[in-house]
């Protein structure tokens, strides 16, 4: 008899501890203010700059910064971003801001690495100074007629991209 009454008792006591332990319970509370506020803005005047070529075209080829990155087809989808790394150690390497009219060839080296070549023209800012109106619309010309921004073309290369897969 002493050992039936202990089972059920040992039961209860287990499944009260359990029940103690369980953190179901969930609080939330949250306050919102000024939503009728009126909005608030600063307007930052524009700026414009020249740019000067500071050299003739040049070759730039970056293997180091990838030489731990085994091409595979994951390695694939952060190419956009190693094309990034890759002007920007050109630009770098020729005290540039910019690289104008830069190309981008990725390739595929012997030991199955990434090799990234930028050709273009090192350039740095000069002459800045607040835009005018004439300035704007020149701008808002220029957008239209180039229809593609460097860094979608950066993204997507429209089709010059090829993936082999090797088994």
């Known amino acids: 008899m002493k050992k039936l009454l202990f089972i059920p008792v040992a039961v209860i006591v287990t499944i009260s501890a359990a029940a103690q332990q369980r953190t179901d319970k969930v609080e939330y509370q949250e306050s919102s203010a000024r939503n009728l506020e009126p909005e608030q803005a600063v307007m930052i005047t524009p700026m414009i700059a020249d740019m000067k070529i500071i050299d003739d075209k040049i070759y730039y080829t970056e293997t180091e910064a990838f030489a731990n990155y085994a091409v595979t087809g994951s390695i694939v989808s952060f190419i ?47 002459n800045f100074r607040n835009a005018t109106s004439e300035d704007i619309s020149l701008v808002g010309q220029a957008k239209n007629v180039a229809g593609d921004s460097n860094d979608d073309i950066l993204q997507n290369p429209k089709g010059q991209t090829r993936i082999t897969l090797e088994k």
């Not at 020729?94 to 080296?109: L, M, R, S």
């Open 80 to 126: 956009p971003e190693f094309k990034k790394v890759a002007l920007s150690r050109a630009a770098r390497k020729y005290k540039a801001d910019a690289i104008v009219g830069a190309t981008v060839d990725v390739i595929t080296n012997a030991q199955g690495r990434l090799e990234i070549t930028i050709s273009g023209y090192p350039a740095k800012y000069t």
